[in-house]
Every structure is written in structure tokens, then in C-alpha cells.
């Protein structure tokens, strides 16, 4: 199933994403997730609306965001770092998440901001401690894509990427949720910044695929449902500037659109 969140004259609503004739529509309201308590299932009649349409809202409420680094072997190669031997693992703050559509702010304190198209993992089901043979997909609610804004100038002076990665706006997520693809059989990864195409990866090409991914993190860390993970950017990370267009695109799940501005003066 695909679903996405939307805003209505009533508020936030889940709704079920489906292909009529080869055009997106959400033709029903879902019941919230257990980590939103801030959106209700609407009442009355609802009318299909072409997802076109929709005042799209990021799909997931994440509790965390726990994000892998250097998880395709060219990007570590770019930064010039070395291929890790385990997952490099971080967390990236909820309060940065914004929608499909809403702009990317470039911060005063950073000199070059970058984009980093990822595909991201929703949890469905508590998760602690999964066993080294135990089926992982349980616990996946669905992929969604993610758009892993950094601030690659302030990585390093800071030591920890509470900035670098945490900015607001910092994490475009969406534009919707779906179980009907499998990154383990490949689904290309594609970066534009004004219709100039800058990343393209496949997900197959995963340093750690996302059974082993889940394994380390829940080791130490209970994934919650709603918690994302953002599995890592392939190569072509590069600069933003206010005015760009930015779109990251993975096959089966769809584009995630974002303007990209400043603060103002
Ligand atoms: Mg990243």
C-alpha cells in the first residue's frame, strides 16, 4: 500500500495513495499511526483527490531519525573518507523534518549547505534487539525518500553534526510511504538541482543492507513505529544556493520536490 499525509479544511489526514490509469489519487482517509497523536481520522464522506493536487505534508511524525553515513563506497571515496567497517550511525532532529514543497533555508552560520538524496526505511513495530537470523521486513512499515540537508562546513569545527545535520528544514521527507518496493533488488536513486541530474545510485549498491542496518541500530537503540532511517547518500553531494531547485527521485516511491531559499535579509 501507498499512503500519504495531507492537509484538509480539517486538518492533517492520512490518506491511501492508489494508480487509476496511471495518475495518483488518495481515494480513502486512514486511521493516524500510533507516534502521531496530532492527526485524526476525518469524518463524513470523502472525495478522491488527485495526489497532483494534495497539500502534501511530510508522511511520518519520526519520535528520531537515525541515519547511516558513508553507505555507498563512492560517496566515502568523495569526502575522501575511508569505507567503514561497521555503519557510521547519527541522529538527525525531528524538528528539522518539512514537507514536499516547503523550502530548504540555508542558515547564516554555514557557507555551504549540500544536499544528500536518500532512500529512507519507516519502522512499523517496536524494535529492540534483532536477532542476527530474524526476518527484518516485520518491522518496516514502508520506504519513504529523504533528503539528508547538511552543512558540510560546520561538520568538522563542530565535532558532533547537531548543526551540520540539525538545522530546520534540514530534512525534506515524502512525498509518501509505500511497501511495494523492495531496495534490495535495486531501485535507482536520482539527485537534480534545477533539472541538472547530479546523483545517481542504486540501492542495491548499499555498503550495509538494511537488514544489517536495523541489527546494529536496534542493538543499542529501540526503533519505535515512525522512527526513519535515512540510509545514505551516493555520490554527487554538492552546494545549494537560494533560488535552487532541488528533487531527489527513487523508482516506485516517487520525487521529493524543495525550493531552496534563505532567511532573508
Ligand atoms: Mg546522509
Given at each position: ?72 563506497r563512492e560517496h566515502a571515496a ?188
Amino acid at each position: 500500500m501507498k499512503y500519504c499525509r495531507f492537509q484538509t479544511p480539517s486538518g492533517p489526514q492520512y490518506g491511501e495513495v492508489v494508480d487509476r490509469a496511471g495518475a495518483l489519487w488518495i481515494e480513502r482517509l486512514l486511521p493516524p499511526f500510533e507516534e502521531d497523536p496530532w492527526t485524526h481520522l476525518g469524518t463524513g464522506a470523502f472525495e478522491a483527490v488527485p495526489f497532483l493536487n494534495a497539500k502534501l505534508l511530510a508522511p511520518v511524525v519520526p519520535r528520531k531519525i537515525v541515519c547511516i553515513g558513508r553507505n555507498y563506497r563512492e560517496h566515502a571515496a568523495e569526502l575522501g573518507n575511508e569505507i567503514p567497517k561497521e555503519p557510521l550511525v547519527f541522529l538527525k532532529a525531528p524538528s528539522s523534518v518539512i514537507a514536499p514543497g516547503e523550502a530548504i533555508r540555508i542558515p547564516p552560520q554555514s557557507q555551504r549547505v549540500d544536499f544528500e538524496g536518500e532512500l529512507a526505511v519507516v519502522i512499523g513495530k517496536r524494535a529492540t534487539k534483532i536477532g542476527p537470523d530474524e526476518n527484518v521486513r516485520p518491522y518496516i512499515r514502508g520506504y519513504t525518500i529523504v533528503n539528508d540537508v547538511t552543512a558540510r562546513d560546520l561538520q568538522k569545527p563542530d565535532g558532533q553534526w547537531w548543526r551540520a545535520k540539525g538545522f530546520d528544514t534540514f530534512c525534506p521527507m515524502g512525498p509518501l510511504v509505500t511497501d511495494e518496493v523492495d531496495p534490495g533488488t535495486g531501485l535507482a536513486l536520482e539527485t537534480r538541482l534545477n533539472g541538472e541530474l547530479k546523483q545517481h545510485g542504486v540501492t542495491s549498491d548499499f555498503i550495509f543492507d538494511i537488514a544489517t542496518l536495523l541489527r546494529h541500530i536496534t542493538a543499542a537503540m529501540t526503533l519505535l513505529p515512525g522512527d526513519v532511517i535515512p540510509t545514505g547518500t551516493p555520490s554527487g553531494v554538492a552546494p545549494m544556493q537560494p533560488g535552487d531547485r532541488v528533487e531527489v527521485s527513487v523508482e516506485g516511491i516517487g520525487v521529493l520536490s524543495n525550493p531552496v531559499d534563505g532567511y532573508g535579509k
